[in-house]
């Protein structure tokens, strides 16, 4: 068995952490290209015919370069913030990196701007010139997104006011929770927990224990839901003001044209969920049955069903990873390895962190960094594997141009996802027994249930908080109804207690960078099935075809992406419907093989 460290490496990026001068003198180049940046723009002379593409070539070899640059920096100030809560130094960092975002920003409006003089006929010619078709499509994104906005002046404002305003509520969000803990004791012992930590004491299998930590959850977020009212009420305002003023009325317009996504694509995905959720409450019906009450709590639903949770180390979990990866595809083995190898993952389970997983890109040095924390459950595997399809995305991506490479969340969760499946359906292949295989096949339904149940709460909360929201402040008392509103109609009503203070506590919908951070998950789930499927059915030559598809996410439109790798049309119910139904066939199974226990 390999040895693998369980913190992550920083240094091979910038030395120094958050007090790097490595950092400084990188983010001092970064401000010096973004001058030639500005000044390459209002230097631009608008073409008059599609042959005079040399002043547009020049920008965008500047303005891929800040683009890479400035992921960089965030992507490093994002690691920083998360190993260590309490680093100050890394928060100023944060600050620092939204201020070159916005100013970047405005740079990039007043780009588009000049793409809207160009006449249409001249336009379409200059994206067929040689260095400009292979960013084609970003590029008429861009400029058909700038017709829907403000005059120049007032994007730029928003942009500049955005940073001690509409991102600085993210930011003390994220302070706030950093801060927080519960103290909860284990063999004997009184240990203060971070909200990460004590999130992943939800899946013990005592009852008790998950009670009374829920219990403590609950508590805290109460103690201080005034404060997250105010967060997500303020950076929901800044919003929703700023779609007033560009004559949005819909808030899922720009959660939609970020993941490149038709509104009919996402009521044809919903639609297909909301009338297929049946054997789902079976499930939920069922694993009551197992653990000896008349309905789950919400501390229950991720409960293992198994007496004792088995625990695996770290090691092991990566050779289990790596092993699988490698019937689908040596290039994701190889490329997972390095991160083991190269420690491009951060996993120990240590007070001070923060709480969730994530995957993000360094584009400038061509690597990845993972975070998550790491415990033993069959839960922590599936997610280092899912973290790991992010990372190996960015990989294939790194020899595409830095305009194609900023694909959207719902197609980013899809390489995750696939990742995922691949782990979690060798698990429940070589399960030594029956007891471990239905234990395994609940874990993967637990995903269906979070994704089709608990992401649908989360779509349905914040699509009802900003329609109020449009007309004043939401109360705590609000949310905290709304929240269970929206929790009883997407898990059927079949829940005893549900979770009020799900909107504090839940970080995405406290990020300001994306909208509506909760239908890609569900969407990438879903259009996942599919890609496996073709990987089940293909012989020879799936990696390749495989590495195509991702290559193409930042250039097309999902629609766009499913009818060329897949072959169908996801504007219709069906595609989901047969998605839907492969998840079906697991709870299936397991109904199967816990009827005879509950009889």
């Known amino acids: 068995m390999n040895h693998y460290e369980m913190?992550?490496?920083?240094?091979?990026?910038?030395?120094?952490?958050?007090?790097?001068?490595?950092?400084?003198?990188?983010?001092?180049?970064f401000e010096k290209n973004l001058n030639v940046l500005g000044e390459r723009v209002d230097g631009f002379r608008i073409p008059t015919k599609p042959e005079e593409a040399d002043g547009l070539a020049s920008v965008l070899e500047i303005l891929e370069t800040c683009m890479k640059q400035l992921r960089e920096i965030g992507a490093f100030a994002s690691c920083l913030t998360a190993q260590d809560t309490t680093d100050n130094e890394a928060k100023i960092l944060t600050g620092k990196q939204s201020e070159l975002g916005a100013a970047f920003?405005?740079?990039?409006?007043?780009?588009?701007?000049?793409?809207?003089?160009?006449?249409?006929?001249?336009?379409?010619?200059?994206?067929?010139?040689?260095?400009?078709?292979?960013?084609?499509?970003?590029?008429?994104?861009?400029?058909?997104?700038?017709?829907?906005?403000?005059?120049?002046?007032?994007?730029?404002?928003?942009?500049?006011?955005?940073?001690?305003?509409?991102?600085?509520?993210?930011?003390?969000?994220?302070?706030?929770?950093?801060?927080m803990s519960i103290e909860h004791t284990e063999d004997g012992e009184t240990k203060k927990l971070s909200m990460g930590q004590a999130a992943n004491r939800l899946s013990t299998p005592d009852r008790e224990v998950r009670k009374e930590v829920f219990a403590k959850i609950s508590s805290a977020w109460q103690e201080e839901s005034g404060l997250f009212g105010e967060t997500l009420n303020n950076l929901a305002g800044f919003r929703l003001q700023t779609y007033k003023h560009r004559g949005w009325d819909n808030p899922l317009k720009e959660p939609l044209e970020i993941n490149r996504m038709s509104e009919k694509t996402l009521d044809a995905m919903w639609g297909a969920i909301t009338e297929q959720k049946a054997p789902f409450v079976s499930y939920l019906q069922r694993k009551a049955?197992?653990?000896?009450?008349?309905?789950?709590?919400?501390?229950?639903?991720?409960?293992?069903?198994?007496?004792?949770?088995?625990?695996?180390?770290?090691?092991?979990?990566?050779?289990?990873?790596?092993?699988?990866?490698r019937q689908f595809s040596p290039q994701m083995a190889d490329f997972s390895e390095q991160a083991f190898d190269k420690r491009w993952i951060e996993a120990e389970d240590r007070a001070g962190k923060r709480s969730g997983g994530f995957c993000t890109s360094f584009p400038d040095s061509e690597q990845t960094r993972i975070f998550m924390t790491f415990s033993g459950s069959a839960t922590n595997i599936s997610t280092l594997a899912h973290e790991l399809g992010h990372a190996y995305h960015q990989h294939v991506m790194n020899d595409t141009e830095a305009l194609n490479q900023r694909y959207a969340m719902n197609v980013a969760e899809t390489a995750s996802t696939f990742a995922e499946m691949i782990v979690s359906d060798a698990a429940v292949k070589n399960a030594d027994n029956k007891e471990e295989k239905i234990a395994l096949l609940e874990d993967k339904i637990k995903r269906s249930i979070a994704f089709f149940m608990n992401i649908h709460s989360r779509f349905l909360f914040e699509t009802r908080f900003y329609e109020e929201r449009k007309n004043g402040a939401v109360s705590v008392d609000r949310l905290n109804e709304l929240a269970v509103e929206a929790q009883r109609e997407a898990y059927g009503a079949e829940l005893a207690s549900y979770n009020p203070t799900f909107w504090a506590s839940?970080?995405?919908?406290?990020?300001?960078?994306?909208?509506?951070?909760?239908?890609?998950?569900?969407?990438?789930?879903?259009?996942?099935?599919?890609?496996?499927?073709?990987?089940?059915?293909?012989?020879?030559?799936?990696?390749?075809?495989?590495?195509?598809?991702?290559?193409?996410?930042?250039?097309?439109?999902?629609?766009?992406?499913?009818?060329?790798?897949?072959?169908?049309?996801?504007?219709?119910?069906?595609?989901?419907?047969?998605?839907?139904?492969?998840?079906?066939?697991?709870?299936?199974?397991f109904l199967e093989l816990t009827k005879v226990t509950v009889a």
């Open 7 to 29: 913190t992550w490496d920083l240094d091979a990026i910038f030395k120094g952490g958050s007090k790097s001068a490595e950092l400084q003198t990188y983010i001092k180049e």
């Open 105 to 179: 920003a405005s740079v990039g409006v007043k780009l588009d701007q000049k793409f809207l003089q160009i006449e249409d006929g001249v336009w379409e010619g200059l994206l067929e010139q040689p260095g400009i078709e292979r960013v084609a499509f970003v590029l008429d994104e861009r400029r058909s997104k700038a017709k829907e906005k403000l005059p120049l002046e007032q994007e730029i404002l928003i942009n500049d006011l955005s940073v001690n305003g509409y991102s600085s509520w993210g930011q003390i969000y994220n302070s706030l929770v950093g801060r």
């Open 289 to 325: 049955e197992l653990l000896g009450v008349e309905k789950l709590e919400w501390h229950d639903l991720a409960a293992p069903i198994a007496k004792s949770a088995g625990k695996v180390s770290y090691d092991e979990a990566a050779d289990f990873i790596l092993e699988n990866f």
């Open 506 to 589: 839940t970080l995405h919908f406290h990020i300001t960078g994306v909208p509506f951070y909760n239908f890609p998950y569900t969407f990438g789930y879903l259009f996942s099935q599919g890609v496996y499927a073709k990987a089940l059915e293909t012989e020879g030559g799936f990696e390749e075809s495989y590495n195509a598809l991702l290559r193409d996410t930042g250039r097309m439109t999902v629609e766009q992406l499913a009818e060329k790798h897949l072959g169908v049309d996801i504007e219709q119910p069906n595609f989901w419907e047969d998605a839907i139904a492969v998840c079906v066939k697991d709870v299936e199974e």
